[in-house]
């Protein structure tokens, strides 16, 4: 297990590493992190960011205990050792984390599991009738990677 665990951990930090050495449009500064805002770069209530890393994940085996199962150990790795904010990478769409007034915020993943309808009747909630209908599309990596030859996120 240790094995596959360091490997979830080594996959994590590399798509980290990738994130923040991308180029990344400005977010509305109250959907990003403190830790996250990179420092002069606010402008008219857009910041920019980066991910960091988490000083406390104990949110984290909580939120998995509401939920009918464990999440993979590469998100697990990545959402357990890090901060950011909710965006786009590619395809993929990740949820923020970290977020101050996560109540507030529709986009922060301990709220967004839980909205989800799906989850909510695996979970066993049966007031589903003010979530949103959300896609339960998966999509699989592209033939060629998630990253181009420069070792950059494609889309991102």
């Not at 101050?100 to 049966?126: P, Q, Y």
Request: hydrophobic fraction near 40%; charged fraction near 25%; proline fraction near 8%.
């Amino acid at each position: 297990m240790a094995k596959r665990q360091n490997m979830a951990v080594e996959r994590a930090d590399a798509f980290v590493a990738a994130v923040n050495a991308s180029a990344r449009m400005a977010l509305p500064c109250e959907g990003v992190p403190e830790r996250c805002r990179l420092p002069a770069t606010a402008s008219e209530g857009s910041c920019g960011w980066r991910v960091v890393s988490a000083p406390d994940a104990g949110w984290l085996s909580e939120l998995e205990d509401q939920l009918p199962y464990r999440w993979p150990l590469t998100f697990r790795a990545l959402i357990g050792r890090y901060l950011f904010p909710s965006f786009v990478c590619g395809p993929l769409r990740l949820y923020s984390v970290g977020v101050k007034d996560f109540a507030a915020e529709d986009t922060e993943l301990r709220i967004a599991v839980m909205r989800d309808r799906l989850c909510s009747r695996l979970c066993g909630s049966t007031d589903t009738s003010r979530l949103p209908a959300l896609p339960m599309a998966v999509r699989h990596p592209p033939q060629s990677g998630w990253l181009d030859e420069l070792g950059r996120l494609k889309g991102g």
